[in-house]
C-alpha cells in the first residue's frame, strides 16, 4: 500500500491526483474510487493510503483508498 496526499481535486469533474509520498508520477483519482473508499471529505494536502489499480501503470489510477493518520511530526 502506497501513501500520499491529495494533490489536486476537482468535484465538479469528479476526478483528481494523489501525489505519493515516494515522489513518483502523480496517481489518477476518480469520483467511484473516493466513493469506495468512504473517504469524505476530500481536499488538497489529504493525507491517503492507496494500492495501484495497475501496478506496472500508475497512470492506470487508485483502486483503493483510505484516510492515513498524520505522524507525529505533523
Given at each position: 500500500?502506497?501513501t500520499?496526499?491529495?494533490?489536486?481535486?476537482?468535484?465538479l469533474?469528479?476526478?483528481?491526483?494523489?501525489?505519493?509520498?515516494?515522489?513518483?508520477?502523480?496517481?489518477?483519482?476518480?469520483?467511484?474510487?473516493?466513493?469506495?473508499?468512504?473517504?469524505?471529505?476530500?481536499?488538497?494536502?489529504?493525507?491517503?493510503?492507496?494500492?495501484?489499480?495497475?501496478?506496472?501503470?500508475?497512470?492506470?489510477?487508485?483502486?483503493?483508498?483510505?484516510?492515513?493518520?498524520?505522524?507525529a511530526?505533523?
Open positions: 500500500m502506497f500520499g496526499v491529495i494533490q489536486f481535486y476537482n468535484p469533474k469528479g476526478c483528481g491526483y494523489i501525489q505519493p509520498d515516494d515522489g513518483s508520477t502523480a496517481v489518477f483519482v476518480s469520483s467511484d474510487d473516493i466513493a469506495r473508499s468512504g473517504i469524505s471529505p476530500v481536499f488538497p494536502g489529504k493525507r491517503v493510503r492507496f494500492t495501484l489499480a495497475s501496478p506496472a501503470l500508475p497512470s492506470a489510477g487508485a483502486h483503493s483508498m483510505k484516510t492515513s493518520p498524520k505522524s511530526g505533523c
